[in-house]
């Protein structure tokens, strides 16, 4: 059962504008979520995360916001630039001293100059 | 500044036959470190974490095994590998839990 769900595969968006990626989640107990950027053959790593404290958070071209009631989140960049290509992952904790991060199966943004 | 090192990059093997993946992690002290597994079409699966040496907690019963012999060394290990065992294995590290996971470069496995 995917517990956190991103689901578009894949979007493309055109340089200069805006790039949304999705994620929906399940579990109520998740509260503090985090998105990943990964490139082929490598690593994620880490980009912004949010709390479920709060409904937005800002670091620079990117914008995580999160609708609680919805069990929605989503991750805003403005603009795109054609270095974002890439593979984002949504993850999750579900709770304070939580060691286990869910991840969703990731959206592949494609920036097309 | 803090560093993780995953080897071998990629690796082919046999059905049947042993693995080990290494890991380790430099510029921190007493880390938090994490194994993971991305199957093809499928996001992160995490398969043992562990929060000190010789403490290993595993999250999926599966035919993978994990240790942990120093404070910044952690090996991923099979005594006979299934064809289900291809995949993307990731190490990572964490200072505290409920935080920023740090991922290495990843290891593909094929098994044939």
């Known amino acids: 059962d995917q517990q956190v769900k991103q689901n578009s595969p894949s979007l493309s968006v055109q340089e200069g504008r805006i790039s949304i990626l999705n994620c929906d989640y399940t579990?109520?107990?998740?509260?503090?979520f985090l998105w990943y950027k990964k490139y082929p053959a490598e690593g994620p790593t880490f980009l912004i995360s949010i709390s479920s404290i709060k409904d937005k958070n800002e670091d620079g071209r990117f914008t995580v916001f999160l609708n609680k009631s919805a069990k929605h989140l989503s991750l805003h960049i403005v603009p795109s630039q054609p270095g974002d290509s890439a593979v984002y992952f949504c993850a999750a904790y579900s709770g304070a001293g939580s060691y286990q991060l869910t991840f969703g199966k990731g959206t592949k943004l494609s920036v097309i100059p | 500044s803090q560093t993780i090192h995953q080897w071998p990059a990629t690796l082919v093997q046999p059905v049947g036959s042993p693995l080990s993946l290494e890991c380790t992690v430099e510029g921190t002290s007493n880390p938090n470190l994490y194994w993971y597994r991305q199957a093809a079409g499928r996001g992160l699966q995490l398969l043992f974490y562990?929060?000190?040496?010789?403490?290993i907690s595993s999250e999926v019963p599966q035919n993978l095994s994990a240790s942990r012999p120093q404070d910044r060394q952690f090996i991923l290990s099979s005594k006979k590998l299934l064809l289900s065992d291809s995949g993307f294995y990731l190490c990572?590290?964490?200072?505290?839990?409920?935080?920023?996971?740090?991922f290495g470069p990843g290891t593909r496995l094929t098994v044939l």
């Open positions: 579990n109520s107990m998740f509260d503090y």
């Open positions: 990572a590290w964490g200072v505290y839990s409920y935080n920023e996971q740090f």
């Open positions: 562990s929060v000190g040496i010789g403490q």
